[in-house]
């Protein structure tokens, strides 16, 4: 059966054997039943289970496939049988049995994709201890080894997970009423494996594992629709990591909070400066990085312009319920007046919870990377050297030019004017220092007494004060627009990227090629990739490590060698897409961006996919279309002219019938008729079937008409009235399927025209083409008929005895190849005229 769709995977997930996987399955079986589900058993494990057995009922049950193994006979899924059946529900227990060996798959899940594919639904089960990533811990808890495994990725792309819970003690006195096992096997079960310490720790194996994948859904969710607040549905613990020698305690005090509710996951985010330029030593980071995956946690690193609100926003974009941050290595003094990073993410965290951890090195001074300023380290630079220059060279200039005729407040205001362009060269500090030497040399050179830092008036102390406040004043508000004019280039800068990708994709003009090219040069990354699982493009067969294949890829690093040299972020799309960036870190602002790259990726690979389909279905479409015609018209088309013939050979050679020559003549000349339509519908089919799958090969060259005309028109030269000129050009062709081409169109005009009535051919040169024109007197072509006279089997009645309605397909066809167009025109006083163009030598590059 193929429905065009895939199956649904229901899975039935347990701690343990005996919860009741195997029952709630047959009771969700009678249930779909009682609703109309075509539904069979295609294997079920019952082990004896009395209750199991009697849950089957009236179900209809597909018999097992025999299997010889070691002069044992083993019974397996018919998975055969059950494709032949073809239902819509298939139950096949226990998704991770090992099949016996000779079977097509060696799994029983490859069995079941099988079935998928087919889009049957399947419903199955499976143990938690199953679970391939799982299967070490289990022998940790358990003390066994499971043989028997099932990928994850198989388990979590279940359609549908129901978990099969029982607690500990109800599941012991299951296994003591013999409704699990046989009575010789119970007491060894209830003291190994059955212990109840093994059952809780499977118990909650099973629910941790169940809620990552709930978790998952919760996350698709939030960024399907757009939703950024964080929703406390799972205990998630983010570190902020400075570098310092506080970090340690900070990770281990995290820790501790983790393992206080189990499930609760642990991530540590260490924020670059904007440059990307690291603060902090690579060692210590690795360090770091080292010591948060042996803490079970994973470490992040992203780029910020300001460290707590790169934080916070990571926080929310991981759905964190807490941050955990240290108390500010800042003294008492410096958090009075600039604040500290941990009270601003208190500040900024909103419905997340603020951990505030105190450590050694808390308010002892420990310096600290300066305040981010949106300018270049080159401006930087300048800044600083233009703090000293430019109040020394006005100092200067208005020295050499005399002050004895200029006020003070004049001197104040030049000296201004330069605070402000150091403050627009380099930003707020370095106009500060500018500030405070410009008020010196005021106080030194201008105020008097001058050459002193003394004050001799009241009002200059004033006026000197005031300088100061307000070259502070107009250097943080200069900064501050710097600042703001570099978040409104960069949003306006984002906002139209994201317009033309959204543009380009919704009008169909983009590709996925298109998409990472233009993020890798949009983010300057070394290397980007659209990936796609590949145990989804072949699923199930063989699970591989590496499970990614890329399907585009764009960037100036080689592929894989940014991945070596730099860090790596991962975007997810869906469940099947992912984008990798390589070549540096990515700002924490820009991930948002990049997933909008990502959403619009996604549209086009499912644009893609679609139109995928839609042409999977248009050639199928096609393919039925042309079945279903070639059948009704072979049934009378095909089938006249064999009986003509066996009807006058039956006559030839019949030896009670007496025939003179004349009655022979006339049976031979059916047969001869009788066998040229056959050919001519053999050959049309052929030629047909050679067009549709692309195997004529035309050899193009210069060629006259008299070597095609002739030939093709000759069959039907009484029927027809030729107006060839002799002098006509050379045309660029391929001699022998142009006369196929004049053939059938000649054939087809002759066909339709009424007895006795002549078809015109004419021919004439244009400008860069031949044109042949083939006029008949016939019952014309409706309008609305125009468009498709040259598809198969298209007839204008399907009474007649004519022929398969081939001919103009196989015309079409034909001049296709040869570089020739096909037309139709009503002939001038009813009939049909048929326009052949041909392009002339030389005129084809």
Request: net charge negative; hydrophobic share 45%.
């Amino acid at each position: 059966m193929t429905t065009g769709r895939r199956g649904r995977l229901t899975v039935y997930l347990g701690a343990a054997p005996g919860v009741g996987k195997t029952y709630a399955m047959l009771d969700e079986a009678h249930r779909r039943r009682a609703r109309g589900t075509d539904l069979v058993i295609g294997l079920v494990e019952t082990h004896g289970r009395a209750a199991t057995v009697a849950k089957i009922g009236d179900l209809e049950m597909i018999p097992r496939r025999l299997a010889e193994h070691r002069g044992s006979t083993l019974t397996e899924l018919d998975v055969a049988a059950v494709l032949e059946r073809a239902p819509e529900v298939a139950l096949v227990d226990e998704l991770a049995h090992t099949n016996a060996p000779g079977s097509q798959h060696a799994k029983r899940w490859q069995d079941v994709h099988d079935l998928l594919d087919a889009g049957i639904d399947v419903v199955t089960t499976v143990n938690v201890q199953h679970i391939a990533s799982l299967t070490d811990d289990v022998e940790a808890i358990t003390g066994v080894r499971q043989r028997e495994t099932v990928p994850d990725q198989v388990v979590r792309e279940a359609d549908q997970i129901q978990l099969v819970d029982l607690s500990p003690e109800q599941l012991r006195r299951r296994l003591a009423h013999g409704n699990v096992y046989r009575a010789e096997q119970i007491d060894a079960s209830m003291s190994s494996f059955f212990r109840v310490g093994n059952l809780t720790a499977l118990r909650e194996l099973a629910l941790l594992w169940l809620a990552d994948r709930v978790d998952d859904a919760l996350t698709r969710y939030r960024a399907d629709h757009s939703i950024g607040g964080t929703w406390p549905a799972r205990e998630r613990i983010v570190v902020a990591v400075t570098g310092g020698p506080e970090t340690e305690t900070l990770l281990h005090r995290a820790a501790r909070i983790a393992q206080r509710a189990a499930g609760t996951e642990l991530l540590a985010v260490h924020v670059l400066p904007t440059d990307g330029l690291p603060s902090t030593p690579s060692a210590t980071i690795a360090a770091h990085r080292a010591l948060v995956e042996s803490l079970g946690g994973v470490f992040h690193t992203v780029v910020g312009e300001d460290v707590p609100s790169a934080v916070v926003d990571f926080a929310r974009g991981v759905n964190a319920t807490m941050i955990v941050v240290g108390v500010s290595r800042h003294p008492v003094w410096r958090q009075a007046l600039l604040g500290s990073s941990s009270a601003e993410i208190a500040r900024l965290s909103g419905a997340i919870d603020v951990h505030l951890v105190t450590h050694e090195r808390a308010r002892v001074g420990v310096g600290v990377r300066s305040r981010y300023s949106s300018l270049s380290p080159r401006r930087r630079a300048a800044g600083w050297a233009s703090a000293l220059l430019i109040p020394a060279v006005l100092t200067a200039g208005l020295l050499a030019f005399g002050t004895d005729d200029v006020a003070l407040a004049t001197d104040a205001m030049l000296l201004l004017a330069g605070v402000v362009g150091v403050a627009m060269i380099g930003g707020l500090w370095p106009a500060v220092v500018a500030a405070v030497v410009s008020n010196l040399c005021l106080n030194w050179f201008f105020a008097a007494p001058t050459g002193r830092l003394t004050i001799a008036e009241a009002e200059n102390v004033l006026a000197l004060a005031v300088f100061v406040v307000i070259a502070v004043a107009v250097a943080s508000v200069v900064d501050l627009a710097a600042r703001r004019t570099t978040q409104a280039y960069r949003a306006r800068a984002e906002a139209s990227t994201l317009a033309a990708l959204s543009r380009s994709v919704l009008s169909g003009q983009d590709t996925a090629q298109a998409i990472v090219h233009r993020l890798a040069q949009t983010f300057a990354m070394g290397d980007v990739r659209l990936e796609e699982r590949a145990d989804d493009r072949a699923p199930w067969s063989v699970v591989a490590h590496e499970r990614w294949v890329t399907e585009a890829d764009a960037g100036p690093a080689p592929h894989g060698r940014a991945e070596e040299e730099a860090t790596v972020t991962e975007v997810a799309i869906d469940d099947r897409h992912r984008l990798v960036l390589a070549g540096r870190v990515l700002p924490a602002s820009d991930r948002q961006v990049v997933e909008a790259f990502g959403a619009q990726a996604g549209i086009v690979m499912e644009r893609r996919r679609l139109r995928e389909q839609a042409a999977q279905a248009e050639v199928l479409e096609r393919t039925e279309s042309t079945r279903t015609a070639l059948l009704a018209a072979v049934s009378h088309d095909l089938r006249t002219p064999l009986a003509a013939i066996r009807t006058a050979v039956d006559g030839l050679a019949s030896p009670d019938v007496e025939l003179d020559r004349e009655d022979r003549d006339i049976l031979t000349a059916t047969i001869a008729d009788s066998t040229h339509r056959l050919e001519r519908l053999i050959g049309n089919l052929l030629d047909l079937s050679r067009i549709q799958t692309g195997a004529v090969r035309p050899a193009l060259r210069a060629a006259s008409l008299e070597e095609v005309v002739p030939i093709a028109v000759e069959p039907w030269l009484a029927d027809l009235t030729l107006d060839v000129p002799e002098d006509l050009p050379l045309v660029h062709t391929d001699p022998g399927l142009f006369e196929r081409v004049v053939a059938n169109v000649v054939s087809n005009a002759v066909r339709h025209s009424p007895p006795g009535a002549k078809v015109l051919f004419t021919a004439s040169a244009a400008r860069d083409a031949v044109e042949l024109r083939v006029a008949d007197t016939g019952p014309g072509v409706p309008e609305d008929r125009k468009a498709t006279m040259f598809e198969p089997f298209q007839r204008l009645d399907d009474t007649s005895a004519n022929g398969l309605g081939l001919g103009l397909a196989v015309a079409s066809g034909l001049a296709d190849a040869v570089g020739a167009r096909i037309s139709a025109e009503d002939t001038p006083g009813g009939g049909l005229t048929m326009v052949l163009t041909v392009p002339r030598d030389g005129m084809v590059p």
